[in-house]
């Protein structure tokens, strides 16, 4: 929609997530969105990004197998018991490295205390189906165009195929619940755009952080990154998250009202 074919930035993200050991509130990523690719296209540019990455700056790991396997959840789910599988033939060899791409993803998922389906990854994952009416009658069949890019048994990576066409996108939204008037109330600047011409793109993005603990033996990412959070998500260094002041919230209008006892 913004006329630029293909893009990488180096981004900062921040997450409202729970912290583990391979996780923070505040990490790095390499963020990388493509127009006119297919799946396969995403993941081969991956797999020789790693590859020469590899080869270029841990020379001393052994990548396990090349081409990276592709796995489908279904299965990984039913042989692993996970979708994001150690397939080291060696786990207590430091060096050895076992990448691994699951595809085949289910689009949606039944939520059973909201009584509803929602989407596995996000609502603008592109369907394997553009037929509206298996779209919206059997959405228990229907896969999605949705990647994850795994190593010794870690998440390093993800991302998907986008939905371009509107009235798949609809449908889309239909399915998790939404009523009509409030899709276009909230999306409707997108359908409107989509409608204009927009090419079939995707994208990933690799976590560096994460990675980086990986291939490095690391237990956790926080010893690869500098000003690490502690494991409650607080800033030592900033004194963050911290008390707002009366005049803070005064200027932003804003009330705080304190759970009773």
């Known amino acids: 929609m913004a006329g630029v074919e293909k893009y990488f930035q180096i981004a900062r993200c921040f997450r409202d997530e729970d912290p583990r050991a391979d996780r923070q509130a505040e990490f790095t990523q390499l963020d990388i969105e493509m127009s006119f690719v297919d799946q396969e296209d995403v ?18 790991k052994k990548i396990q197998k090349i081409p990276f396997p592709r796995l489908s959840y279904k299965e990984t789910i039913e042989k692993y018991k996970t979708d994001k599988p150690d397939l080291r033939q060696d786990k207590n060899n430091p060096d050895e490295l076992a990448f691994a791409f699951i595809v085949d993803f ?39 165009y949705q ?43 997108l359908l409107k755009a989509f409608k204009y011409g927009v090419p079939p793109h995707g994208g990933i993005a690799p976590g560096i952080d994460r990675f980086l603990a990986v291939v490095s033996n690391e237990p956790s990412i926080r010893e690869v990154i500098p000003f690490p959070k502690t494991g409650d998500n607080r800033d030592l260094m900033m004194d963050a998250p911290s008390e707002v002041s ?3 919230l005064k200027e932003l209008k804003i009330k705080v009202e304190r759970r009773k006892k």
């Open 43 to 60: 993941l081969e540019l991956i797999e020789r990004l790693f590859i020469s990455l590899i080869k270029n700056l841990f020379p001393e």
């Open 106 to 144: 289910p689009m949606f998922e039944w939520k059973k205390e909201e009584r509803r389906w929602d989407a596995v990854h996000h609502p603008f994952t592109r369907p394997q189906t553009e037929d509206i009416k298996t779209i919206k009658e059997e959405p228990d069949k229907i896969l999605a």
């Open 147 to 189: 990647y994850d890019f795994v190593l010794n048994g870690y998440e390093v990576g993800g991302g998907s195929l986008r939905s371009y066409r509107p009235e798949v996108l609809e449908a889309v939204f239909e399915v998790m619940g939404h009523k009509k008037s409030e899709i276009h109330r909230k999306f409707g600047h």
């Open 246 to 248: 009366a005049e803070q």
